[in-house]
């Protein structure tokens, strides 16, 4: 493998494939949100429990319970995912309810375990 196998030794600029791609680019404020996105959701932590949400509406127990984990941590986890807009939740009586915010939610986090899943099939 040489050192420059990954490096572009060419000097051609491709005009219309730059310009393409510029004029599609998105604000700098959706690049922010979208790091954003991927930074909370990628904490293990809140992977397990972002599993745990797509397999099944959950309170606070439960999601503990499943993870071993206290209430309390469960809670704060919870917050960061909620504020996010990542998890949303519902009341019942002195329950509350834990799921997924949306089906796009629901998507990334299956698609990721989907590709992990593939490439771990692909290097057998």
Known sequence: MSINEFTCD??????????????KMPKEDMFYKIAEFFKIIGDQTRTKILFALDQNEMCVCDIANVLNMSKSSISHQLAILRKSGIVKYRKEGKEVYYTLDDEHVKQVFEVGIEHIEHKKNENK
């Open 10 to 23: 060419c000097n051609i600029i491709h005009g219309n494939i730059v310009k393409d791609t510029i004029s």
